[in-house]
């Protein structure tokens, strides 16, 4: 026997009620997913933005200490003094009893070439002690600035 067309009709309605309730239904649970998700994480990409533009700032302000750190310093002249040996001599022993001040080793034994005197060494300088007879008004180096000064 054929089945009836009436209740293939019902069956088929049926059908469609069930296949309209069940994408209702899926719908619905996608909007519920969706309300529970979290909001876009910008808060963290701005987070992210202000640490990295923070360590580069960084780097950038002690950039100039970095510099002077990495290479060795060497004595400089501002300006044409004429010196004699022993005022030379002078120079390049407060530059190396500065340097020993600096690493905080002992301090050598040198004295001045010209007066045969020993340097006067504080904490944190060394000085010629008779720097008038190098014709100079000061002759010093300290820990900050290791390269000596002469003044005339």
């Not at 309300?35 to 202000?50: I, R």
């Not at 022993?86 to 500065?98: E, F, G, H, R, V």
């Not at 002992?106 to 005197?117: I, M, Q």
Request: positive net charge.
């Amino acid at each position: 026997m054929s089945p009836d067309p009436a209740s293939q009709g019902e069956d088929f309605a049926a059908q469609i009620r069930g296949a309209e309730n069940s994408i209702a239904r899926g719908k619905e649970a996608e909007s519920r997913a969706e309300a529970g998700k979290k909001p876009p994480l910008e808060w963290k990409n701005f987070l992210y933005g202000a640490l990295i533009f923070v360590s580069f700032f960084t780097i950038y302000r002690n950039l100039p200490e970095f510099a002077a750190t990495s290479f060795t310093q060497k004595p400089l002249r501002y300006g044409s003094y004429d010196t004699d040996k022993n005022a030379d001599l002078c120079i390049s022993n407060l530059w190396a009893i500065a340097a020993a001040l600096r690493s905080g080793a002992r301090l050598p034994a040198f004295t001045c070439p010209a007066s045969g005197v020993a340097y006067i060494a504080g904490r944190n300088a060394v000085r010629c002690p008779n720097p008038s007879l190098h014709g100079a008004i000061k002759l010093y180096a300290d820990k900050k600035n290791i390269i000596p000064f002469l003044q005339k």
